[in-house]
Structures are given as C-alpha cells and as structure tokens.
T-cell receptor, first 118, second 115 residues
Framework: DADVTQTPRNRITKTGKRIMLECSQT?????MYWYRQDPGLGLRLIYY???????NKGEISDGYSVSRQAQAKFSLSLESAIPNQTALYFC?????????????????FGPGTRLTVL | AQSVAQPEDQVNVAEGNPLTVKCTYS??????LFWYVQYPNRGLQFLLK??????LVKGSYGFEAEFNKSQTSFHLKKPSALVSDSALYFC?????????????FGAGTQVVVTP
C-alpha cells in the first residue's frame, strides 16, 4: 500500500466547498483510477487515466473532475461538494505490461480517503 | 452489460473451519474475474484472478477460487480460516470485450472468523 498514497486520509467539509483529493504512486504505472466506496454498493469507478494525456469518465463522473499532473499523480476534485458525496475514495494504479496477451492488469489500491460532506 | 453479485453481506465462521465467500457474475462475453480483500483502514489488496485455463485458481494467503462457467460463479475458498482472515472481500468482473478501465465490483462480503 505504501506504493500508492492518498492525501488527506480523512476530510470533513461543508456543502458547496471545493475539495481536492490527491493520489501519488511510486510504482511507475501508467494507468490510474479513482473509485468511491459506499456501504452495500461496492466500488464504483469515477474516472480513469491510461496516461498523462488520456483521461476517461467512469460510471459516476458527474460532480467530479480529475487532473493527471504527471505519471505519478492523479487528483480528484469535487467542484461543489454535496452530502451524497460522503464516501470512502480510493485511488488505484495498474500496469498492463505486467501481464501477457490480453489479460487485464491487476489494480493496486491506495489506503483511501474518508470524505464527509456536511 | 456486466454485473457481479455477492449474495451474503456477512459470513461467520469459526477458526479452523472452511471458509467460502460466494460470487456470481453476468457478462455478455467471457469474463475476467478477481477477488480483493480489504482490511480495516486499508485499501483493497489483490488476492487472485481468473483469466483462462484451469478453473481452480490459487492466490495469496492460502485462498483459492473456483470458476464455474455453467453456474456463472467464482466462489472464494480457504480450507482452514484464521482470525486474521476477518475482512471485507470483494469480487470483481470485467467483460473481455470492454475497455480496460471498466471493472464491476460486487457490494462486498464481510467475513468474521471467531476464535
């Protein structure tokens, strides 16, 4: 887990505030992902990036934006936080070169950021 | 469309007994299947994956999973559970035909192993 770090680990904010969650990795992976975890819903993909110039929306991107500042850094922003964005947020990385053929690359997760929007 | 179901919110087992965590999936094509474990205050850790080949996949910490295409299942198993196996377990699936980023995770199953 130390290869993928997330800051802050916990954050409490108010409705309407802009929040940025940061993810850094030392694994040298090109692919990075942002998920949110809600009880009973598992993990849902917010955004993913296959390299610095490639960013894609996931299944629940509304209300979120991302920035891939470098290969090692992928930030998630909540432009105007709302209470239903209260969740546990995970960053993940992967490297397709570690697998052969068309196998999907394994994702490696950070420790998570617990965000509470009041 | 792809989906994955973990029918049990929680599984309770005594230490030393066999542990099974159930997962069923639905994809249009052939599936890639994963199991991850989440310990308290930690991120998800990869346990094992099924890509192709042998239906019995062995992974980390003594876990294994059996792919059953006819029942569209990928149950996680451990012959003898440890108290330290208490954690939240997630099954994930991806249709081979979809783009790399789109994994579908189950809701998770809490495993409680009692001494």
């Amino acid at each position: 887990d130390a290869d993928v770090t997330q800051t802050p680990r916990n954050r409490i904010t108010k409705t309407g505030k802009r929040i940025m969650l940061e993810c850094s990795q030392t694994k040298g992976h090109d692919r990075m992902y942002w998920y949110r975890q809600d009880p009973g819903l598992g993990l849902r993909l917010i955004y993913y990036s296959f390299d610095v110039k490639d960013i894609n929306k996931g299944e629940i991107s509304d209300g979120y934006s991302v920035s891939r500042q470098a290969q090692a850094k992928f930030s998630l922003s909540l432009e105007s936080a709302i209470p239903n964005q209260t969740a546990l947020y995970f960053c993940a990385t992967s490297d397709p070169s570690l697998t052969s053929g068309r196998s999907p690359d394994t994702q490696y997760f950070g420790p998570g950021t617990r965000l509470t929007v009041l | 469309a792809q989906s994955v179901a973990q029918p049990e919110d929680q599984v309770n087992v005594a230490e030393g007994n066999p542990l099974t965590v159930k997962c069923t999936y639905s994809v249009s094509g052939n599936p890639y299947l994963f199991w991850y474990v989440q310990y308290p205050n930690r991120g998800l850790q990869f346990l094992l994956k099924y890509i192709t080949g042998d239906n019995l996949v062995k992974g980390s910490y003594g876990f294994e999973a059996e792919f059953n295409k006819s029942q569209t299942s990928f149950h996680l198993k451990k012959p003898s559970a440890l108290v330290s196996d208490s954690a939240l377990y997630f099954c994930a699936v991806r249709d081979m035909r979809l783009s790399w980023g789109k994994f579908q995770f189950g809701a998770g199953t809490q495993v409680v192993v009692t001494p």
